[in-house]
């Protein structure tokens, strides 16, 4: 799927975390419902009576005091965000039994959000996805966590994830149903600001040229395929290497993967200047019967190319590649 893994500085976060439960930031969710819970605290399950009271204890002076914390801490975990798009995380570091959950609630409670207990209080946005099973059958998942407003974002990139994990759904059994663009479309009149185009190869999320797309504030909306009309060739001789992608008749064609990604119109001509030839943009049909502006390639620089359509795509190509010993 493309991305790197790249370092930053958790301390803030860790702590950040820690302020959940160990500060006067309590309060807030006592004032929340302190009217019920003021009248009705015998009737509140442990642990959330337990922290809920706890509310009471603090001052105005003790919220502060931890409010300030909390906006010292935002500022520390910010600069991340300049080196990366999202944080991936354990959505839970270990499984308990229900027996020791209700012997100690508020620790393994605690515990179970140590990759994620900082997210509400830095109000990011946050996806659970699951990866894979654990040898003993138990489940693990990820947490995918971006910046407030990325949740369209994190949803389209689970679903992908998702999809690639080959799990089922859940315990039933049953394999996923098949992707839908989690971004709908546009009725209103905002839609003639932005143009679709779909990308096939070094301009796919984490390749080489994805820089292009993301430099003018384009946004991935979905990744899907073609119809089966097309077929796909590594080009020869181009750097980065590029593939290229031609329409043939009825019956000969595959269904290749593409993401489709939306850009400013006003930024969309800058972006199409920067294709060299063979390669240009034409319109593409795609799997549910849509058509979209994207990669086409001249069929001319197809002698010598090599066709790898049965790959289904790019990236998969281009991962055969790097597996075969040289």
Known sequence: MGGVAVTIDYAPLAEIADLL???????????????????????????VRGILARGRT?????????????????????????????????????????????????????????????????????????????????????????????DLQLAELGQRYHHASGMLQGATGVPLPAPVPVFPAKADAAVSQWVRVAVVGAHLSGMPLNGQLTERHARLVAGTRTAPAYRLYALPGTVPPKPGMVRVPEGEGAAIE?????????????????????????????????????????????????????????????????????
């Open 58 to 150: 603090y001052s105005a002076a003790d919220f502060v005091d931890a409010q300030v914390r909390l906006r010292a801490l935002v500022q520390r975990a910010a600069p991340m965000w300049r080196t990366i798009d999202l944080l991936l995380v354990p959505t839970a570091p270990t499984h308990y039994t229900i027996e020791a959950m209700q012997a100690d609630p508020v620790r393994l409670n605690r515990n179970l959000g140590a990759y994620t207990n900082f997210v509400n209080l830095l109000d990011y946005a946050a996806l659970s996805v699951p990866s894979s099973s654990r040898p003993d059958g138990l489940p693990f998942g990820i947490t995918l966590i971006g910046r407030c407003g990325s």
């Open 21 to 47: 439960y160990d500060s006067a930031l309590v309060a807030e969710r006592y004032a929340a419902v302190r009217e019920f819970f003021d009248a009705h605290e015998h009737e509140v399950i442990e642990p």
């Open 258 to 326: 593409v993401e489709v990604w939306e850009m400013p119109v006003a930024q969309y001509g800058s972006f199409v200047a920067l294709i060299p030839s063979p390669l240009g943009i034409g319109t593409l049909a795609l799997a549910d019967g849509s058509s979209v502006q994207g990669f086409v390639c001249e069929a001319l620089a197809l002698d010598g190319a090599e066709d790898i359509s049965h790959h289904g795509g790019w990236r998969r190509y281009i991962a055969s590649r790097q597996a075969t010993p040289a």
